[in-house]
């Protein structure tokens, strides 16, 4: 049994539904001639929401109301949009081998799809504490958070917690955002993480100790520098106790682990040239891999950033997969007039009252600015490398001061005076 096909689309996450929607406003395929293949069972959706709207107490969101491309303020594709679009959703489906050299994929049931160009859009997958030597992570109260399937159970995990004790473990975006729900929730939360401080690959110790701060008056509590080692479990397999390395105990009704993640590479293994930096799929300017007719987007993708003198990333965001997958399409569809993605990296988080933004790249001395306070905070970095701005933070700030900071760091800002960047602060963007 097979399916031929044109255009498939493997993954059937963010990346998947932007790509669906340049494809339909180019124009550039036929009806069935184009298939996103996705082993979740529902269409495209904004997978952001799975750690904030999706967790609220009250008025969360669902399905259809974040399917992709509303987190982009363009339009909400349900199934009927992709049925009226004529692109065949193949939801339920896991893809078990690819022959790029025979240009085939084949499903779990035995079906073989071909296709003539194949978009990589397969994103990752959260890491497992199996995976670093420590059992029982199977548990039913034991909550990962990476699709749809996962956020149920950690809904239904914290409906039944109410009023109890939650251990996070990891204090990176998921942690960080499942703590906020989790209070938000009304559950008492313990995080757990080896560094020294939250957010570790991104955050300053200064920025990082506003948030502890500010999560420990919403009644957080921190144990850092240590890992568990085990779980104590009831009669019925439940999780009672997570045990720390320094022999500590701590009561939990639930737990959430988000421990990093790996990139979905595995079908193309020895097939396609894989970046050895961050272990992504290696993509040109044009996201189109080492065999021209398979494109890679989103958080599988190592892609050249030219801001960075063209360094090869792999970016686990979502406005990555977004333009990335726009950018494949137009690739494809029009190679001649799409020139070499230009990206300049971006990530943000919202928790509880707080927001705040990220431009660039995390390197060189740092300089930071603001009030660092509770009420109305407005704070922020720059990080100054070769006497030019390189990345910057923003907390608090309106749509023009994060367009400004933007700006600044798209445009390598030459700084002649650390000490007076500090002072202009975020005016020094803003006046640019
Ligand atoms: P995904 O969205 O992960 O989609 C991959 C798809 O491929 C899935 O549908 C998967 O089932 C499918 N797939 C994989 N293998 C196969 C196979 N063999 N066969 C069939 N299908 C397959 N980023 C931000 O910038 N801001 C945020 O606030 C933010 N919040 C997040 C919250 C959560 C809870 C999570 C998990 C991530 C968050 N991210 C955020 C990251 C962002 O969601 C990802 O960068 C983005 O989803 C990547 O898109 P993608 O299409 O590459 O991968
Ligand atoms: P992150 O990489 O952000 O953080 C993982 C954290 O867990 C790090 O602090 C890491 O420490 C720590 N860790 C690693 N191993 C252990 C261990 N054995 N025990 C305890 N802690 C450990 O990954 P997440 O899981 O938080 O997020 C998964 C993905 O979801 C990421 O791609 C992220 O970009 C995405 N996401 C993005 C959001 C956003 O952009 N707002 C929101 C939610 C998710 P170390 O650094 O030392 O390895």
């Given at each position: 049994?097979?399916?031929?096909?044109?255009?498939?689309?493997?993954?059937?996450?963010?990346?998947?539904?932007?790509?669906?929607?340049?494809?339909?406003?180019?124009?550039?395929?036929?009806?069935?001639?184009?298939?996103?293949?996705?082993?979740?069972?529902?269409?495209?959706?904004?997978?952001?929401?799975?750690?904030?709207?999706?967790?609220?107490?009250?008025?969360?969101?669902?399905?259809?109301?974040?399917?992709?491309?509303?987190?982009?303020?363009?339009?909400?594709?349900?199934?009927?949009?992709?049925?009226?679009?004529?692109?065949?959703?193949?939801?339920?489906?896991?893809?078990?081998?690819?022959?790029?050299?025979?240009?085939?994929?084949?499903?779990?049931?035995?079906?073989?799809?071909?296709?003539?160009?194949?978009?990589?859009?397969?994103?990752?997958?959260?890491?497992?504490?199996?995976?670093?030597?420590?059992?029982?992570?199977?548990?039913?109260?034991?909550?990962?958070?990476?699709?749809?399937?996962?956020?149920?159970?950690?809904?239904?995990?914290?409906?039944?917690?109410?009023?109890?004790?939650?251990?996070?473990?990891?204090?990176?975006?998921?942690?960080?955002?499942?703590?906020?729900?989790?209070?938000?929730?009304?559950?008492?939360?313990?995080?757990?993480?080896?560094?020294?401080?939250?957010?570790?690959?991104?955050?300053?110790?200064?920025?990082?100790?506003?948030?502890?701060?500010?999560?420990?008056?919403?009644?957080?509590?921190?144990?850092?520098?240590?890992?568990?080692?085990?779980?104590?479990?009831?009669?019925?397999?439940?999780?009672?106790?997570?045990?720390?390395?320094?022999?500590?105990?701590?009561?939990?009704?639930?737990?959430?682990?988000?421990?990093?993640?790996?990139?979905?590479?595995?079908?193309?293994?020895?097939?396609?040239?894989?970046?050895?930096?961050?272990?992504?799929?290696?993509?040109?300017?044009?996201?189109?891999?080492?065999?021209?007719?398979?494109?890679?987007?989103?958080?599988?993708?190592?892609?050249?950033?030219?801001?960075?003198?063209?360094?090869?990333?792999?970016?686990?965001?979502?406005?990555?997969?977004?333009?990335?997958?726009?950018?494949?399409?137009?690739?494809?569809?029009?190679?001649?007039?799409?020139?070499?993605?230009?990206?300049?990296?971006?990530?943000?988080?919202?928790?509880?009252?707080?927001?705040?933004?990220?431009y660039g790249?995390?390197?060189g001395?740092?300089?930071?600015?603001?009030?660092?306070?509770?009420?109305?905070?407005?704070?922020?970095?720059y990080w100054v490398n070769?006497g030019r701005i390189t990345g910057a933070?923003?907390?608090?700030?309106?749509?023009?001061?994060?367009?400004?900071i933007?700006?600044a760091v798209g445009r390598k800002t030459k700084v002649?005076?650390?000490?007076?960047l500090?002072?202009?602060?975020?005016?020094f963007a803003?006046?640019?």
């Open positions: 049994m097979g399916r031929a096909f044109v255009y498939v689309i493997l993954g059937g996450g963010v990346s998947a539904g932007y790509a669906a929607l340049e494809f339909a406003r180019r124009g550039g395929y036929s009806r069935g001639e184009l298939c996103i293949i996705s082993e979740e069972a529902v269409a495209p959706y904004e997978r952001p929401a799975l750690s904030k709207g999706y967790l609220l107490p009250e008025g969360a969101a669902r399905l259809p109301g974040f399917h992709t491309c509303v987190g982009a303020n363009d339009e909400l594709l349900t199934p009927k949009w992709y049925k009226e679009q004529g692109i065949e959703l193949i939801l339920g489906t896991k893809v078990i081998s690819a022959d790029v050299r025979r240009k085939a994929l084949v499903t779990a049931v035995g079906e073989t799809i071909s296709y003539k160009t194949l978009i990589i859009a397969t994103g990752a997958r959260a890491l497992k504490l199996e995976e670093f030597g420590i059992q029982g992570s199977d548990a039913e109260n034991i909550c990962y958070l990476r699709n749809i399937h996962d956020a149920d159970k950690l809904v239904n995990a914290m409906k039944s917690c109410s009023g109890g004790n939650a251990v996070v473990i990891g204090g990176g975006y998921i942690g960080m955002e499942c703590a906020a729900a989790l209070v938000t929730n009304k559950i008492r939360v313990t995080m757990v993480f080896p560094e020294k401080h939250c957010m570790a690959r991104l955050f300053t110790p200064r920025i990082a100790e506003y948030y502890e701060n500010y999560y420990t008056l919403k009644g957080v509590t921190f144990v850092k520098g240590t890992v568990l080692t085990s779980f104590e479990k009831d009669a019925t397999g439940k999780v009672t106790a997570v045990i720390l390395k320094d022999g500590k105990r701590l009561p939990a009704d639930m737990v959430v682990v988000g421990i990093g993640i790996r990139a979905n590479t595995s079908l193309f293994e020895g097939q396609l040239v894989v970046s050895m930096v961050n272990d992504g799929i290696k993509v040109n300017g044009q996201m189109q891999t080492s065999e021209s007719s398979v494109y890679a987007v989103g958080d599988v993708a190592a892609f050249p950033i030219k801001l960075f003198d063209g360094d090869v990333r792999r970016l686990e965001h979502v406005d990555s997969a977004r333009r990335t997958a726009r950018h494949a399409v137009s690739a494809i569809l029009e190679p001649a007039k799409t020139r070499d993605i230009n990206y300049l990296p971006f990530f943000y988080s919202r928790v509880f009252t707080l927001s705040w933004q990220f790249d995390n390197v001395e740092v300089v930071h600015f603001g009030e660092f306070t509770n009420s109305s905070p407005r704070f922020g970095a070769k933070f923003l907390e608090g700030g309106s749509r023009e001061e994060y367009e400004a933007s700006v002649t005076e650390m000490a007076e500090g002072k202009q602060g975020l005016a803003v006046q640019e």
